[in-house]
């Protein structure tokens, strides 16, 4: 009985043990669950966030994959919340290249998602070319979005007709002068044609247009959950 006793302790401190050791390891199993909850979480919606971003229906992007450089310009946090809510309730950075575009919350750690995308740039191109008498073609850098036609030819020679790609786009029995805009297809080169009763000389026909300039760059979209 006596040495029953004395074990008592000893097994009192065991049961403790063992409930510690239990108790300690179902907080570190439960803590590791929350975490790759967590992490899962958070890379579900930066990868949804990233793709949105550069999807076609985007405001940020001339087409998919293709950020338009002035849209990006004016991204901020506001903006992102409310064009991408996919982000509520989170914490979440965007960056390009080595800039921060936008920020929401303060992401400290988080999952990041990367993509290779292209900026593009357009910037308004005037000029004034020189048509020939017998074929009063001009062809226009790919993908300008459309060309602003400034007509003034001299004397009495009227424009009666400008085509895109053979498409009549501008017609005018009695002769077109002014300023016109035609809209141009994205995805092929244009050459436009132009029909005259006189001649045209350098000067007659002004074209606007807007060619593009893209470079590469690396999307970081960072959430913090």
Do not use: Q
């Given at each position: 009985m006596n040495r029953a006793q004395m074990n008592l302790p000893a097994l009192a401190v065991a049961l403790l043990v063992v409930t510690t050791v239990t108790v300690v390891s179902f907080g570190m199993a439960d803590r590791a669950y929350l975490s790759a909850e967590r992490d899962a979480d958070e890379r579900r919606i930066a990868v949804a966030l990233s793709e949105r971003l550069v999807s076609p229906e985007?405001?940020?992007?001339?087409?998919?994959?293709?950020?338009?450089?002035?849209?990006?310009?004016?991204?901020?946090?506001?903006?992102?919340?409310?064009?991408?809510?996919?982000?509520?309730?989170?914490?979440?950075?965007?960056?390009?290249?080595?800039r921060t575009l936008a920020g929401a919350g303060d992401p400290t750690g988080g999952t990041t998602i990367r993509r290779i995308v292209l900026v593009e740039r357009r910037s308004a191109v005037t000029t004034a070319?020189?048509?020939?008498?017998?074929?009063?073609?001009?062809?226009?850098?790919?993908?300008?979005?459309?060309?602003?036609?400034?007509?003034?030819?001299?004397?009495?020679?009227?424009?009666?007709?400008?085509?895109?790609?053979?498409k009549v786009v501008l017609r005018n029995s009695s002769g077109l002068r002014g300023t016109f805009t035609v809209e141009l297809s994205r995805f092929e080169?244009?050459?436009?044609?132009?029909?005259a009763d006189g001649p045209l000389p350098t000067g007659s026909v002004e074209l606007t247009n807007y060619p593009a300039e893209t470079r590469k760059a690396v999307l970081a979209v960072t959430v913090d959950a």
């Open positions: 985007s405001d940020l992007t001339a087409r998919a994959n293709v950020l338009d450089a002035g849209e990006i310009e004016g991204l901020d946090a506001t903006r992102l919340r409310e064009s991408f809510p996919v982000s509520d309730g989170t914490d979440v950075r965007v960056r390009l290249g080595d070319p020189t048509l020939s008498a017998t074929e009063p073609l001009v062809t226009l850098p790919r993908r300008s979005p459309r060309v602003e036609i400034r007509l003034n030819p001299p004397g009495e020679s009227n424009v009666t007709v400008v085509k895109a790609n053979e080169t244009t050459t436009l044609a132009f029909e």
